[in-house]
């Protein structure tokens, strides 16, 4: 079997709409043929290039008509395939927080890859190289309070958006977040939040 048999009868199995990378088909051949082979393929209308690496089966809609992957979903794919760990940006994490009301105009994220952008259609997405320090417990409330206080700082982690931020998290999750690499600095600004905590579950309030 070719590989662009083999490459044409996996994606027969694939959901419609749902984007994957052309890696995915890395163990049937050469890049080159892989990449030839998924170019026939869109220019047979089988497949549809969604962004640079990424492709999906067509997929048709009676409601939407023809459906396309958001650039979130495409970062998300890219993310997984590449092992990237990606974080809420702290200016976004702090408006989930109810501590600012500004949202972003182009969606950032923070990322353990490189500093990029992921453009689908008109919509962009801008992935920003951090630090592993503000990477960690993404996807979590814990990662959440994180990146915030990191995008507060010092100066703008003022008792209102600590007390804030504290009251998201349960006593167990204080202690993971103090648990965490961070500042001396943020430490010492929590520290009294996890101790009022742990003294509120020991008196059973």
């Known amino acids: 079997m070719s590989v662009a048999q083999a490459i044409s009868h996996r994606i ?14 890395a163990e049937l051949g050469s890049r080159a043929a892989v990449d030839k082979a998924l170019s026939r393929l869109v220019q ?20 939407v008509g ?9 970062m998300n794919t890219l993310a997984k395939a590449n092992g990237e760990t990606i974080q809420i940006h702290g200016a976004e994490a702090v408006r989930r927080l109810g501590l600012s009301t500004q949202m972003q105009v182009v969606p950032v994220y923070y990322t353990s890859g490189r500093t990029r952008e992921i453009k689908a259609g008109n919509a962009v997405v801008r992935l920003k190289h951090v630090s592993s320090e503000r990477l960690q417990h993404a ?3 814990v990662g959440l309070a994180l990146t915030a206080l990191y995008y507060l700082g010092k100066g703008g982690a003022c008792p209102h958006a600590l007390s804030k931020i504290a009251d998201t ?24 939040f996890a101790e009022e905590a742990s ?5 059973g309030r």
């Open 169 to 192: 998290l349960s006593p167990d999750e204080l202690t993971t977040l103090l648990a965490c690499r961070m500042p001396k600095w943020m430490r010492a600004a929590l520290a009294p």
């Open 44 to 63: 047979a209308g089988r497949l549809e290039r969604v962004a640079r690496g990424v492709y999906m089966r067509p997929k048709l809609s009676t409601y």
């Open 66 to 74: 023809w459906v396309r992957p958001s650039p979130i979903t495409i």
């Open 139 to 141: 996807g979590n409330k």
């Open 199 to 203: 003294l509120a579950v020991s008196s």
């Open 12 to 25: 027969k199995r694939m959901k419609k709409g749902k984007p994957f990378v052309r890696t995915v088909f």
